[in-house]
């Protein structure tokens, strides 16, 4: 394929994306991440994926996207921003992680990518590839990096120059070449705002590396058995996710409310009070969170979550 070809493919592809409500796009070519998977070893080697068990499984799918897709050329990365228009009103409400205030992301954007691959096979030719929106084992992150959309902060996640962290990310595999670009400079300098408002200290001193089993977002949601009493007074009023790395990051100043109606929140979560959350029933939970993320944690967990919370 020529150059002049990969360039037109990538252009046709990255301008469906932004139709279908992509931010940005990027094109990584699909080769083993070497360093990323020593990084990944050592990381789980330290215990800090808690009972994640899962992180450990499937290490050499994780790390080379050739194993997810025979034939494997190039990884797609596309972010999608969720900062919300609005926010909860009550300031003293348990709070919610904004990417959960509206429909299950998963569901979103699995549907988009699945108009983009047909799109691709329809104006670009038969093309074998594979859409993941946190449903396989792939290092998004890592991948986004690659392909140019941005830089791992000390909080870990991905930040985007001049749009901030409050992005989705996506990715498809594809077995066809596209025009890469260069990382991204790391931005993040001297600054430390993250690393000193974690209140449960799950970020690394220096950063770069985050303890997960102590992250407010795995004590809320991925921790099935009690939260631990040592984490009593630290949660900060969080009964699902936590957003204080993103809300104390100078980069987020650029975030841009999302127009994407699928994420817009139920009327119901920006308006209820702490007594009403203490108070909610099952039936309540599944009219709130009938297509929302937070149906992950479940009416029992998020129940045990906001007991947890009254000992603050």
């Not at 068990?53 to 797609?76: C, E, Q």
């Not at 990365?77 to 509206?102: I, R, S, V």
């Not at 930040?159 to 990310?169: D, H, N, Q, T, V």
């Not at 996506?170 to 890469?180: K, Y």
Request: hydrophobic share 40%; proline share 5%; with cysteine.
């Amino acid at each position: 394929m020529t150059i002049k070809n990969l360039h037109k493919n990538s252009e046709l592809i990255r301008t469906e994306a932004k139709r279908l409500g992509f931010d940005f796009v990027g094109f990584a070519k699909a080769a083993p991440l070497d360093e990323e998977a020593r990084r990944l070893e050592a990381w789980l080697n330290l215990g800090y994926q808690g009972k994640m068990s899962y992180m450990a499984n499937h290490f050499d799918l994780r790390t080379d996207p050739t194993k997810l897709v025979p034939g494997a050329k190039s990884v797609v990365m596309l972010m999608h921003n969720y900062f919300p228009k609005e926010k909860q009103l009550d300031p003293d409400a348990p709070k919610f992680a904004k990417y959960a205030f509206g429909d299950d992301y998963h569901h979103v954007l699995k549907g988009k990518m699945k108009e983009l691959l047909s799109f691709i096979r329809e104006n670009i030719g038969e093309v074998d590839g594979r859409c993941f929106v946190d449903s396989a084992p792939v290092m998004e992150r890592e991948w986004a990096k690659l392909a140019g959309l941005g830089w791992t902060g000390k909080n870990t996640l991905l930040i985007r120059p001049g749009a901030g962290s409050y992005f989705f990310l996506a990715t498809m595999i594809l077995d066809m070449p596209l025009a890469t670009a260069d990382p991204i400079l790391d931005h993040c300098g001297t600054c430390r705002r993250c690393i000193e408002a974690c209140p449960t200290d799950a970020i690394s001193t220096n950063g770069y590396l985050l303890d997960a089993s102590k992250c407010i977002s795995y004590l809320t949601i991925e921790l099935r058995e009690e939260i631990p009493k040592s984490f009593e007074g630290k949660m900060a009023g969080w009964a699902f996710g936590c957003d204080i790395c993103q809300e104390v990051c100078p980069w987020n100043r650029f975030s841009k409310p999302n127009n994407e109606p699928a994420f817009e929140p139920h009327p119901d979560l920006l308006t209820m009070k702490t007594s009403e959350w203490q108070e909610i029933t099952e039936e309540v939970f599944q009219k709130l969170f009938k297509k929302s993320a937070v149906k992950r944690t479940k009416y029992e967990g998020l129940r045990r979550n906001l007991k947890f919370l009254k000992t603050e």
